[in-house]
């Protein structure tokens, strides 16, 4: 079965500073690997995601995520966290083959401090 | 519409009560889903449909949970009997087909007093 794990519940973050949140998953197969982030009040926005090829992957609002196969891992990174970044994010796994759900971490909470 | 929309975007209601959450997909996408937020937790998937199959049941926690999807339209997810334990937010998301990537509606938040 596919799960999802992200060990960091809240993270805060200055303004201007570099952000990485962390992404484990297990999956029996090369998964497709997403990241979306909700703000709050709002539905879920896909930020970007892996399906093959080039293992770093470019989204929007300037971050990026990096597939490492051996490491089980898909982690976010932006270089310079701006305050509208403030948002609940999560990490995601599937759908593949005949398991068409999305599987889910239960989220990072990121505060940006002034 | 642009995106998946969802109604109402509040639904407070009492226990034993039934209710009706609705979510119309992005025009074209074949797929669909629920997916249920606990407070502090990540998506809990619910059902899926694709299509004209059957759908996908097996993530519904139990037999007061139901949906119905009209071909490749609107889709209602209905909760008899609610419980307090229901309450959470109710997301609906499409997508163009069975591994596409799935764009989410802004949700049903449900409060069962």
């Known amino acids: 079965a596919q799960s999802v794990t992200q060990p960091d519940i809240h993270i805060t973050v200055s303004e201007g500073a570099s952000l990485e949140l962390r992404c484990n998953y297990s999956y029996g197969a090369t998964p497709y690997l997403f990241w979306y982030v909700q703000s709050p009040g709002q539905g879920l926005q896909l930020l970007l995601k892996y399906f093959s090829g080039d293992t770093l992957v470019q989204g929007i609002k300037g971050f990026e995520a990096e597939f490492k196969r051996s490491q089980s891992s898909f982690n976010l990174r932006k270089p310079s966290v701006h305050w509208s970044d403030a948002a609940e994010y999560f990490c995601a796994v599937g759908p593949h083959s005949n398991d068409y759900k999305l599987s889910f971490g239960a989220g990072t909470t990121v505060t940006v401090r002034a | 519409g642009a995106g998946v929309s969802q109604s109402p975007s509040n639904k407070v209601t009492e226990k034993g009560k039934d209710v009706e959450l609705r979510c119309d997909p992005i025009s074209g996408h074949t797929a669909l889903y629920w997916y249920r937020q606990r407070l502090g937790q990540g998506l809990e998937f619910l059902i899926y449909?694709?299509?004209?199959?059957?759908?996908?049941k097996s993530g519904l926690p139990s037999d007061r949970f139901s949906a119905e999807r009209t071909g490749e339209s609107v889709s209602t997810l209905t909760i008899q009997r609610t419980q307090q334990e229901d309450s959470a937010v109710y997301l609906c998301?499409?997508?163009?087909?069975?591994?596409?990537?799935?764009?989410f509606g802004p949700g049903t938040r449900l409060t069962v007093l």
């Open positions: 998301a499409s997508s163009l087909g069975a591994t596409d990537t799935q764009y």
């Open positions: 449909f694709q299509g004209n199959s059957a759908p996908d």
